[in-house]
């Protein structure tokens, strides 16, 4: 925990409006920032404003939104962390192997963030025509964690008592007919989860999607990230990619242990 004194409360404002853009408002005024970033009106309209003069927002003098200059700070991370840098090898290695999606992702608050991922894998269909996979997601792409395969495997490493303190209070949100948002089900999902070191799940954060998931450690043993596969249910069971995708996964986190 840092120090109120060493706190910038206005940098800390300033961040909260420019997280408050995401895929479902992509558009805001002041009114929307303020509620989304829990501070005034006037304080938004002027963080909005002062954001819109740096060049990392667009505005058309009522709504804002975000400009290509956010990317810099997503193109420092990949090019100088070495977590993504140390992986994509093999989620490239992984998708040519099976044809298959796969992406590394770690924890952040309520929600999962991707990291690095495999190039779009290309399919046959029934014409002989290639097709792309529609349920890649992108470099960046947040997910909330109670719903995913990767933020259960993330959670299930935390400590007891700091998943406990997640899990406080906390509403899951049901996402599809299949999301488990009952908190006794969920804490033994969990449970479930550290026994076996995977976890799979079905349709909870999307309609017909499999996502199989494991945790990656680094050599001291500590979980530094997920690596998950994804499938659509229509062409792949659960037990499918329990059976011809678990052991690969396994595999190669073994294999990238010295690396992280």
Not at 232 to 252: F, H, K, N
Request: include cysteine; charge should be positive; charged fraction near 20%.
């Amino acid at each position: 925990m840092i120090a109120r004194s060493d706190l910038i409360e206005g940098m800390a404002k300033g961040m909260a409006v420019l997280e408050s853009f995401d895929t479902e408002r992509q558009r805001l005024n002041a009114t929307l920032a303020a509620q989304r970033a829990g501070i005034t009106r006037a304080a938004a309209r002027r963080h909005l404003l002062t954001l819109a003069h740096l060049g990392y927002l667009e505005t058309d003098g009522s709504h804002f939104w975000l400009s290509s200059k956010v990317l810099r700070f997503s193109g420092s991370y990949l090019a100088t962390s070495r977590l993504p840098r140390a992986l994509q090898p093999m989620l490239e290695r992984l998708a040519t192997q099976t044809g298959e999606s796969f992406s590394a992702v770690v924890l952040n608050g309520d929600e999962v963030v991707i990291v690095a991922r495999s190039s779009d894998v290309r399919r046959t269909g029934a014409e002989g025509l290639p097709q792309v996979l529609a349920y890649g997601l992108h470099l960046g792409a947040r997910l909330p964690a109670h719903a995913t395969s990767t933020g259960r495997v993330l959670l299930a490493a935390l400590p007891k008592t700091d998943f406990n303190a997640w899990l406080k209070g906390r509403l899951l949100t049901r996402l599809t007919m299949h999301t488990v948002t009952e908190p006794r089900a969920f804490r033994a999902l969990i449970e479930q989860v550290r026994r076996e070191d995977f976890c799979l799940s079905t349709e909870e954060h999307e309609l017909g999607v499999h996502a199989l998931a494991v945790p990656l450690r680094n050599v001291q043993g500590r979980t530094v990230a997920a690596l998950n596969a994804v499938a659509a249910t229509s062409r792949l069971s659960g037990a499918a990619m329990q059976r011809d995708l678990l052991p690969l996964l396994w595999e190669a986190a073994r294999e990238v242990r010295s690396l992280l």
